[in-house]
């Protein structure tokens, strides 16, 4: 079992920066789970955003934010991060962060099926 509270998300003018974070906290070692963002439009499906290996070597971006947005972890704070450039209207959405334990490539936990454990999300609002 582990919790994931995300904070950072907020309301931008096109073009600005965000960082959203996510602590975890588990009776495990961060270091156990692969990470993942995700995001949910008003009616639409959520979307895979980007994802993170459990050492933090390997990551994948969706298509949709490469060369924006960057993720990143630091396991000795149990944190998972997502650095958020040059944001654009169609950014707007709820952001979650999810977890895993299974999973063995990264390609696998591009879908949100992969992950057993979801934070509560953290709204960006991104302006024009």
């Known amino acids: 079992q582990v919790q994931l509270v995300e904070s950072g998300g907020g309301s931008v003018q096109a073009g600005a920066s965000l960082r959203l974070s996510c602590a975890a906290s588990?009776?495990?070692?961060?270091?156990?789970?692969?990470m993942g963002w995700f995001r949910q439009a008003p009616a639409k499906e959520r979307e895979f955003v980007a994802a993170?290996?459990?050492?933090?070597?390997?990551?994948r971006n969706s298509d949709s934010v490469k060369g924006r947005f960057t993720i990143s972890r630091d396991n000795a704070k149990n944190t998972v991060y997502l650095q958020m450039m040059s944001l654009k209207p169609e950014d707007t959405a709820v952001y979650y962060c999810?977890?895993?334990?299974?999973?063995?490539?990264?390609?696998?936990?591009?879908?949100?099926?992969?992950?057993?454990?979801w934070g509560q999300g953290t709204q960006v609002t991104v302006s024009s």
């Open positions: 999810a977890a895993d334990l299974r999973s063995s490539t990264i390609a696998v936990l591009t879908m949100p099926t992969s992950y057993a454990y």
């Open positions: 588990s009776g495990r070692t961060f270091g156990n789970y692969a």
């Open positions: 993170i290996s459990r050492s933090g070597s390997v990551t």
